[in-house]
C-alpha cells in the first residue's frame, strides 16, 4: 500500500485523468483515504506492523543469547571481557547522534527546509559508515584473536571473572561468539540496508520531491532507522558489558 | 508521526533526549564496572530499556500519534517478544536435569 502511495503521488496527474472529482483532489492524496492525515496514518502503521515483525525476528536471536548465557554464565562473561567496550560504546554514541539526525530529517521534510534535510540524511550515512567502520575494526581484532567461530578458534586459559584459578570452556565461549557474530553481524546487514534507504531518499531530497504534504519516505525509512538504534541499544550491554568489574 | 507541523518547535525535545540518551550511555558503561552482584543485568537491562522508550516514544513519534493503532502495534509486539522470552525462561529455569 505505501509502495503504490509512493509510485502515485509522484504522478499528480493520474488521478485528475480519471476525471472524478477532479476539481479540488489534492495530488499527494490517494483516492481511498479521506484526508493526508489518514494516508500519512496508514502508512506508518505499515511500517510499524513490518517493525513488529523485526522484533520477533531478533527475538529469538536474543531468546538463544538469553538460555546459553543463564547456562555458561562464567564463560560468556569471560568471552564478553575480550571484546573491546571503547569501541563498542564509541558505536552507541554514534547510532543515537544519528537517531538524533534522522529526526532532524524528518522535521525538515515537515516544514520544507531542503538544505537541512539533505545535510542531516548526508549526515545520517556517514554516521552510519563510521559505525561500520568500527564494527569492522572490532572485527578485525577478534579475526586476529582467532575468537572467530570455527577451525581456528582458540580460547584457551582464559580466566573466569570473579573465580581466580577457573578457566573458561572454550565451547561455550564459541558459542558466545557464534551468538556474538550472528547478531551484530545481522544488525550491521540491517544498517547496509538502512544506508540504502537513505541514499535513496538522499536523491529523492535532492530533487525535491519531499513537501510537508508527502514525506512519507522520510518518516518511515526514519522508524526503520530508529528501529536498528534501538536493536543496538541492547545488543551493546548484553554482548560487551556482561561482567565488566574488575 | 504528526507533529502537527506548525505548533512549536519540537528541536528543545529531540535535543534533550539526545542528550538523555549519551548519559545513559555513559552511565551504563560506568555501572557495568561497579560490583552489583547479581543486579549489574538488570541495571544494564534497565537503562537500554529507558533509552529505547525514550527513541520510540519521542524519535519515533509513539507519544504524539495520532493513529491509536501505533500503540496497538507497539504493545502487540512487546507482549509477544515477552512471551517468547518468559515462557522459553521458565521452561529452562525448571528443568532439573540441567
Same mark, same amino acid.
Given at each position: ?243 565488566r568489574h574488575p | ?15 534533550? =533526549? %539526545?542528550? /538523555?540518551?549519551?548519559?545513559? @550511555?555513559? $552511565?551504563?558503561v560506568y &555501572?557495568a564496572t561497579l560490583? !552489583? ?24 513519534? =509513539? %507519544?504524539? /500519534?495520532?493513529?491509536?493503532? @501505533?500503540? $496497538?502495534?507497539?504493545? &502487540?509486539?512487546?507482549?509477544? !517478544? ?17
Amino acid at each position: 500500500m505505501t509502495r503504490h502511495a509512493r509510485r502515485r503521488s509522484q504522478l499528480p496527474d493520474s488521478s485528475a485523468a480519471t476525471g472524478l472529482h477532479a476539481e479540488e483532489h489534492n495530488p499527494a492524496l490517494l483516492h481511498h483515504f479521506a484526508e493526508p492525515q489518514q494516508q500519512r496514518d496508514a502508512a506508518s502503521l505499515g511500517m510499524w506492523v513490518f517493525l513488529a515483525t523485526e522484533v520477533m525476528f531478533f527475538g529469538g536471536l536474543f531468546c538463544a543469547y538469553l538460555v546459553y548465557r543463564r547456562l555458561y554464565f562464567g564463560d560468556f562473561a569471560a568471552a564478553s571481557k575480550t571484546i573491546n567496550m571503547g569501541l563498542g560504546a564509541t558505536n552507541t554514541a554514534v547510532l543515537i547522534c544519528s537517531s538524533l539526525t534522522v529526526v532532524l530529517a524528518v522535521w525538515a521534510a515537515q516544514t520544507a527546509r531542503r538544505t537541512l534535510l539533505i545535510v542531516s540524511l548526508i549526515i545520517t550515512m556517514l554516521l552510519g559508515v563510521v559505525f561500520l567502520g568500527i564494527k569492522g575494526i572490532e572485527y578485525v581484532e577478534k579475526f586476529e584473536e582467532h575468537h572467530v567461530p570455527g577451525a581456528s578458534f582458540s580460547f584457551d586459559h582464559v580466566a573466569i571473572p570473579g573465580h581466580p584459578g577457573q578457566y573458561a570452556d572454550p565451547h561455550h565461549a564459541q558459542l558466545f561468539f557464534s551468538l556474538y557474530f550472528v547478531m551484530t553481524g545481522l544488525h550491521a546487514l540491517h544498517m547496509i540496508i538502512g544506508l540504502g534507504i537513505f541514499l535513496w531518499l538522499l536523491t529523492m531530497a535532492w530533487k525535491g520531491r519531499f513537501t510537508p504534504e508527502w514525506h512519507t519516505p522520510v518518516e518511515i525509512g526514519g522508524l526503520y532507522w530508529h528501529f536498528v538504534d534501538i536493536v543496538w541499544i541492547y545488543l551493546f550491554p548484553l554482548l560487551y558489558l556482561i561482567d565488566r568489574h574488575p | 508521526m504528526s507533529e502537527h507541523s506548525s505548533a512549536k518547535s519540537p528541536l528543545k525535545g529531540y535535543i534533550a =533526549v %539526545w542528550i /538523555a540518551l549519551l548519559a545513559g @550511555t555513559g $552511565l551504563t558503561v560506568y &555501572a557495568a564496572t561497579l560490583d !552489583l552482584a547479581p543486579y549489574n543485568a538488570a541495571v544494564a537491562l534497565g537503562i537500554a530499556t529507558i533509552k529505547a522508550t525514550l527513541v520510540a516514544l519521542f524519535f519515533m513519534h =509513539v %507519544w504524539h /500519534a495520532s493513529e491509536k493503532l @501505533t500503540k $496497538l502495534v507497539v504493545i &502487540a509486539a512487546l507482549f509477544f !517478544l515477552l512471551l517468547l522470552l518468559g515462557l522459553t525462561m521458565t521452561d529452562y529455569a525448571t528443568r532439573l536435569w540441567s
